[in-house]
């Protein structure tokens, strides 16, 4: 969490609440591992406004990564370009 809120330039704390949002609204799963929590984005969900509820959040994420120069790649599977 500390990379994250480092990158996007908020604090520590505000990184764990919005995850912990994130978890509470089914879009994230957290598992314990050792003494660590390693996080899992659900990506067969979808969003929960009405204009975008035909959008898996996987296909969602795979877009965003493909622009920002990422790979393609959500959880291991290639889904760019691919429809609900």
């Not at 990158?7 to 995850?19: D, L, N, P, S």
């Not at 969003?47 to 959040?57: A, D, K, T, Y």
């Amino acid at each position: 969490m500390r990379d994250i809120a480092t990158r996007v330039g908020i604090t520590e704390r505000a990184v764990q609440m919005i995850v912990g949002d994130l978890e509470q609204a089914g879009y994230v799963v957290r598992e314990r591992v050792g003494r660590r929590n390693h996080y899992t984005v659900v990506d067969r969900g979808r969003f929960r406004h009405p204009l975008e509820q035909h959008v898996r959040i996987g296909d969602f994420l795979a877009l965003v990564l493909r622009g920002a120069g990422g790979g393609a790649s959500v959880n291991g599977a290639e889904r760019a370009g691919r429809r609900a």
